[in-house]
């Protein structure tokens, strides 16, 4: 199967080096038997990469040991899960997912029959050809997931306590869904400025790619930050490690993006931004790739193997220059068509929107790459911590959630006084009392109060929305208040989708705040039968007890816990060991109760040989659960935003040969 799965991969790099010539001959010499021939052959490379893919899976899931990867990765007592799963554990592994998920990707755009942006496909195919012709270069000629061991090994290293969870599962893969999945608009974008398009058919054949990578993008970070919350025994979700930071800044960029790309949609404007923003988006996953196969910033995710980060560098750069070449070929181009007119306008919101996302980009990628700036000017590194990125990102976090109200409800150009007292007065008037019962309430910090009025401000903006929108349908069809959302929601999926989403940002921002401002930590030894108070809780150590199978040995402590006097539960934080090196290969298995107003998180720091005594750290966590249901809620309102009304690529069609016909006119 290990030459299966090289073979494969070999094949692969021919055959996409011939699709590419293909392509481009066939294109220049009009000849669509050859583009066809290289469409085919986009088709091959993805079959050849799936079954290298499958081969690899193959050999991790049977515990061949004479392939260096596998045994480096699992051991025979490895759940087969976590063997599976192992295949992205690795550097090596994860650039074959890279290119596998590329692969598929490639595939769907190349046999499409959205006929908006059809002429571009064919060029948007030979860019995602190129990328995937650097991915093949590197699994074939540097580091390649079937390289032998040179020996059988008796058994494998197994894999990492701390990925043996199923957030290995679930967070790498839909990091890698967002990340590759940019590069389906980046193609398309490079299709468009290659071609000189003025229309924005790469804007429109790209939309729900964007929003579709942007959920994965988001769910590969919340996921991660639960799997953190829960495995990492540290009581927290985001420690602005470097490889999260990585993760970040393309969420922010392709955010930006699809907001200011309903500018371009209906007033033509901000086409310099969406490029900018695109091409940025795309260069940021590679960055972050690069952070996590380089090794040259500290993080507890990276991988620092051989000279592939080397490798990405060169890559990087050629981005770049081809980027910035088509952009300045075109700049006349992209000017916009029509100006803003008024501050106060939609068009303006998005635009400091943009701003404003694109200054945390640069600040987190300051701070993420300070320490390298800092050894090349004073020749010593010098890491930036949470604090530094909380002290300069948090007042422009607020800004944005505050223009998540305004965006929505400003009219397009400008808007007069009266209009903005009628949209905006009930929200501003009930936020600002929300503030007060805050205050008096006892909860008076200045970011918090800010925090949590802001987002009471947008929560009621979009309760005002869908109010006004259920009663003029009620008024016009007699139907009744559940029918009337029902259909509303329907008839545009896309504007009221947009809204859910926004509900879920919320309550994820409240999350945030309110596990960061309030969290409250105590660090307490107790014997056997000794009661620990916490804010409102009480819990009894009840002692140490041990379980084993054939994979570990857990050794747990039992606590029952109650809450204001009555009975709230029995938690059971752990230390878990792996393998005959139990010392070294440990994990720390924490136990915690989850609420919606604040979460009990219990972590075993350690204990005596008897186990009459031990060590707790107590963690208690304000609305940390807020984050991960509003995750959830933004998969349902992504889902309503992704889905197709009736007819749409039908009316997409007339859409586009009107833009046409109107530019040529």
Known sequence: MADVGSISLMMSFVVIIY?????????????????????????ANTILVTVASLSLLYLLATSDFSIEYVAQYTNRTLPMIYKLSAFWAGNT?????????????GAIVAFSKNPVGAKLKPYASVVMLLIGLFFSLLLNFDTS?????????????GLNPMLQNIGMVIH??????????????????????????????????????????????????????EWAYVELGWGGYWAWDPVENASLMPWLTVTAFMHSVMIQEKQGTFKIWNVLLMAASFLLTIVGTF??????????HAFAEGRTGFYFLIFM?????????????????????????????????????NILMVVISVVVLWGTFYPLISEAIYGVQITVGEGFFNQTTIPFWIAMVILMGLCPLLPWRKSSTKGL??????????????????????????????????????????????????????SNTGEGVIRALLNLVGANRRRYGGFIIHIAVIMMVVGITGSSAYQEEVLVTAERGEVIETKNYEMTYNGL????????????????????GNFYATLRPAQEYFGASAEQDSSAQVDFKSGIREDLYIILSGWDESGDTATFEVVVNPLVSWIFWGMRLMVIGTAIALWPDRGHYSRMLLKERYSVSKEVS
């Not at 997931?145 to 290293?157: H, N, T, Y």
């Not at 007890?545 to 204001?564: I, K, T």
Request: glycine share 8%.
């Open 19 to 43: 699709s590419i010539i293909a392509y481009i001959v066939g294109l220049k010499q009009q000849n669509k038997r050859l583009v066809k021939s290289a469409q085919n052959g986009v088709l």
């Open 93 to 105: 592994g994860s650039l074959l997912l890279w290119f596998w998920v590329l692969s598929i990707y």
């Open 145 to 157: 997931p079937f390289a032998p061991l040179g020996f059988v090994a008796q058994d494998g290293a």
């Open 172 to 225: 790498p893969l839909t990091q890698f869904l967002g990340y590759v999945g940019l590069a389906v608009p980046f193609a398309y974008l490079m299709a468009d400025l290659f071609l000189g398009e003025k229309g924005a058919s790469w804007i429109k054949v790209t939309r729900r790619w964007v929003l579709f990578t942007w959920l994965f993008l988001t769910i590969g970070m919340v996921s991660g930050g």
């Open 291 to 300: 952070i996590t196969r380089s090794g040259i910033l500290a993080s507890v």
């Open 317 to 353: 750069f050629i981005i770049v220059v081809v980027t910035l070449f088509l952009f300045f070929k075109r700049f006349k181009s992209l000017r916009s068509e029509s100006s803003t007119e008024s501050l106060i306008s939609k068009e303006s919101s998005f635009l400091i929107n």
């Open 421 to 474: 007292k009628k949209k905006f007065g009930v929200p501003l008037f009930l936020s600002h009392i929300f503030g007060f019962v805050l205050f008096f309430i006892g909860i008076r910090d200045f970011y918090p109060v800010v925090t949590f009025a802001a987002s009471f401000f947008v929560l009621v903006t979009i309760v005002q929305e869908f109010w006004q929108g259920v009663r003029a349908r009620k």
């Open 545 to 564: 007890q041990v379980a084993e199978d054939p994979h570990s040995a857990v050794v747990y402590a039992e606590m029952d816990v109650y809450r204001n």
